[in-house]
């Protein structure tokens, strides 16, 4: 079959993805503070940003290609780690507060510096990312050491000048947002007027503005008067790609509710509610489990959304309230194991989603280090594997295939056989070009479409 | 990309009778793992305390007065457990030993992605 290679990642013919690069330690033995627990590249994917559960924030950058060696596509190196969160306990509520990095979002780079904001479940932090390259020499009153002159001993003036040096990339907290959420953060958006932003909780949604840390508006407020009645929870929210007035919020109960913050100030009623209806005797003590929404996002478009759910993808239409246009089944073999599901508490796996670049395929993860992705407009979909053993440089990935049950064919992986702790929770796909980022527990997977 | 075709559901194309059965396979699926659920745990309660569960996680208590008033607060309602490691020990009974003592955190070091 013949690879085609689209300039500006168009997809169309066959994709056949390609090991590029792997981050992070070999051995089995890992340590909790590693687990990775987002992933997200920048507005223009030259910057590729991981946040863990140790608090800790590491950025990538790509590389100039290589033009002598062409089938070596841009590499991603480290540009910069730093300790975003640490932990913290809350003595009057006798909580402790994890420095796990719940979410980073870019924002769009405006000057010579990088700005990302990252979360943990509490604190919300602005980051400042700056390269130096150049340092002032020759100061009037300093030694080139920093010790201090003897005034004097000074006879005359020079002007410093600022000469080159090695590249130094900073990273700085400009702004702390804290003590808004009484609940854990769940998600972080930037506003599409690039000043405001949105953060959700289990409970709340507030806004706030990007120089503005001692106040934030409360927009959405599910909390019941009398807690025993709480039966629903925000699970993710995120701003509109384009209107800056628009954006929505998912919940526990498989609902997804569009809010325009021109109507009211609290945005407690809905635009628009977006649901796909169920058959009340269909349902099962799972039903509202599986249902929860572990995460919601646009298309780059702003005319569609998706939703990802514990066995589905499902897109829907904006114009569209009352089903989903597309619906996908990631590992439909798992609806015959919900008991253990549920036993082992994988059932409340938090799966992201991504698009990529032009809306046509959606990608997301699954257990035994495999992940999937939807192709919308070819009908197509694959299912791929992480793993080192796959992990020469540009090796092919073959399509995995899971077996349900009954007789089982060659090269395909029974679902008993499948191993429950290595989940791909978070992946993220480059806004231009066919590369992907695929985390596992404690790994960084960079895949890129095979150059022609 | 290579792969097989997939039937992505969309409202004008599905032929009425596939979904259908899907979801009446889906459904007795369910139901059946459901009634495997029931039969291990006769007691299982419902999606409120799981809601609630999320909403306290991360709840610990740094000494016996901190736990007693809690529990003096929630007098009706069903106390979480500590994220003790023996479930069985309630704080202000027993009395830790350096063994029992949760682990204390390693101190903060850089990111193996970044090594």
Redesign the interface.
Known sequence: ?CTVFYLGGA?GG????CFSQV???IDDDV?E??I?STVEFNHTGELLA?G?K???V?IFQQEIENKSLPQFRSEYN?YS?F?SH??E?D?LK?????EKINKIRWLPQKNAAQFLLSTN?KTIKLWKISERDKRPDGYNLKEDDGRYKDPNSITSLRVPVLIPMDLMVEASPRRVFANAHT??INSVSVNSDHETYLSAD??RVNLWHLEITDRSFNIVDIKPTN??E????ITAAEFHPHQCNTFVYSS?KGIIRLCDMRESALCDRHTKLFEEPEDPS?R??????ISSISDVKFSHSGRYMMTRDYLSVKIWDLNMEN?P????QVHEYL?????SL??NDCIFDKFECCWNGNDSVVMTGSYNNFFR????S??????LEASRENSKPMQVLK?RKVCAGGKRKKDEISVDSLDFNKKILHTAWHPQDNIIAVATT?N?YIFQDKVN | ??????K????EEAPADGTEVQ?TI??S??????A???A?YPN?GH??D???K??Q??????DSG?YNM?KANNKNKQLPTA?APEKSEITGDHIPTPQDLPPR??P????????
């Not at chain 1, 099962?284 to 489990?289: A, L, P, V």
């Not at chain 1, 246009?325 to 996908?328: H, N, Q």
């Not at chain 1, 609806?335 to 008991?339: E, V």
């Not at chain 2, 996680?57 to 740094?62: I, L, P, R, T, V």
């Open positions: 079959c997809p066959d994709m056949q993805w981050k992070g330690a340590a503070a590693d990775i991981t863990d140790g608090g800790r590491v480290v780690t300790q640490e932990p306990f003595y006798s909580l402790e507060i994890e479940d609940y854990h289990d409970l807690m025993e709480l039966t629903e929870v526990s269909n099962s003590f799972f039903s509202e489990i089903r246009v597309e619906t996908y609806r015959s194991k919900l008991c549920y036993e992705m939807f192709d919308r070819q009908r197509r979909d694959v299912m399509p404690n960084l | 990309m290579s792969g097989d075709k997939v992505a559901r969309t409202p979801e889906n459904v699926l369910e139901k059946s793992e459901e495997k659920l029931k291990r299982l999606k409120p799981m809601l609630r999320r909403l996680k991360g709840q610990k208590y740094f901190d809690a994220a955190k390693p903060l070091v850089a990111s193996k992605l970044a090594g």
